[in-house]
């Protein structure tokens, strides 16, 4: 008989194991055996492609799990005390195709604070049936199926001030195969702080001028302008920092 286990992570080993079953229970040596690659080579226990590599067991088994990787196998298994009597079995170790990839999708913290958002993205490998998780990076890395969700999207983040708010960022699929991606990391705005200066005095009707200057804080481009008079709009929004005409 043969006992598997399968890879769990993509380029990682599974292991196999092997014991005579013998339905009368009279034989009670040991044995040797052969493995062979789908195509037909000897391998090693650890896989190295090496003719006429075996191992051997002082008695029925089972052996001690080795390591092996993924693929189709074939084992050919003799008893010491009649070499004639060979058995020959298949086995496969399975494991996925590729490693887990993804990548992070980031909604930055305005000036309202604690809107940060983080999504998972372009989810491909492992297992399938993929889970995320995403934590401050000072915390404690997550534990596997517990620790995980099935929405990559976690929002309501908060950031701070310069360096900023590191966020670990995981994914982990079906088997338990864990991946942590770049962290990410979330900075909370600065209030926006400007100045005002009068170009032109309004010396006749509708000739006046201001100007904005020294514009800092928030994100830190893409500022728009609205000028108000009196409590009222004037206008809409612009993205120059000049108002001209005025009275």
Avoid: M
């Amino acid at each position: 008989d043969t006992t598997v286990v399968d890879v769990v992570c993509f380029g990682d080993d599974g292991s196999v194991s092997f014991t005579i079953n013998d339905p009368i229970n009279t034989y009670t040596g040991g044995f040797t055996w052969q493995i062979y690659d789908s195509q037909g080579t000897a391998v090693l226990t650890d896989d190295v492609l090496i003719a006429g590599a075996n191992g051997a067991s002082a008695n029925v088994g089972p052996t001690a799990p080795f390591a092996i990787g993924a693929g189709e196998y074939r084992v050919d298994i003799t008893q010491d005390i009649d070499p004639s009597c060979v058995n020959t079995e298949f086995f496969t170790i399975a494991g996925p195709s590729a490693a887990i990839t993804a990548n992070t999708e980031v909604t930055p913290v305005t000036c309202v604070g604690n809107d940060g958002a983080i999504e998972i993205i372009d989810v491909l490998g492992g297992w399938g049936g993929h889970t995320y998780f995403v934590d401050l990076a000072s915390n404690p890395a997550p534990t596997f199926p517990g620790s995980y969700q099935t929405s990559p999207v976690f929002d309501n983040l908060a950031g701070a001030a310069a360096p900023g708010t590191d966020y670990q960022v995981w994914v982990a699929d079906q088997n338990g195969c864990q991946v942590r991606l770049a962290d990410v990391t979330l900075i909370e705005p600065t209030p926006i702080s400007a100045d005002l200066q009068i170009n032109q005095a309004n010396c006749t009707d509708f000739e006046g001028e201001i100007e904005v200057i020294n514009v800092l804080g928030g994100q830190g481009s893409n500022y728009s302008y609205q000028l108000i008079k009196d409590g009222s709009l004037v206008g809409t929004p612009q993205n120059t920092t000049t108002f001209s005409g005025l009275d």
